[in-house]
Nanobody
Framework: QVQLVESGGGLVQAGGSLRLSCAASGLTFSSYGMGWFRQAPGKEREFVAGISWSGSSTYYADSVKGRFTISRGNVKNTVYLQMNRLKPEDTAVYYC????????????WGQGTQVTVSS
């Protein structure tokens, strides 16, 4: 049974930083690309960042490029999202997903973690 458990969300002021973590189990973590998505109130879920199985390739939505960094630790089966210079428009529920491949919808999703950025 695949489980993806996110943590690290919270309330932060604009310009601040948060680091999200996603612990994965039930899959061969090191074989899969991993992704982060987010969903703001009243909006559709959108792609935020993705990372290849090896960690050698990363992809970002234009809205977060230069501010967010995705990384992974294949020993700890964990994927991270470092979010810097946060903006109020980054407020959303953030979801971890797997397997992540460019252009395809992931099969597995975490329960989400709330990120709220105050102005």
């Amino acid at each position: 049974q695949v489980q993806l458990v996110e943590s690290g969300g919270g309330l932060v002021q604009a310009g601040g930083s948060l680091r999200l973590s996603c612990a994965a189990s039930g899959l061969t973590f090191s074989s899969y690309g991993m992704g982060w998505f987010r969903q703001a109130p009243g909006k559709e879920r959108e792609f935020v960042a993705g990372i290849s199985w090896s960690g050698s390739s990363t992809y970002y939505a234009d809205s977060v490029k230069g501010r967010f960094t995705i990384s992974r630790g294949n020993v700890k089966n964990t994927v991270y999202l470092q979010m810097n210079r946060l903006k109020p428009e980054d407020t959303a529920v953030y979801y971890c997903s797997a397997p992540w491949v460019v252009g395809l919808s992931p099969t597995y999703w975490g329960q989400g973690t709330q990120v709220t950025v105050s102005s």
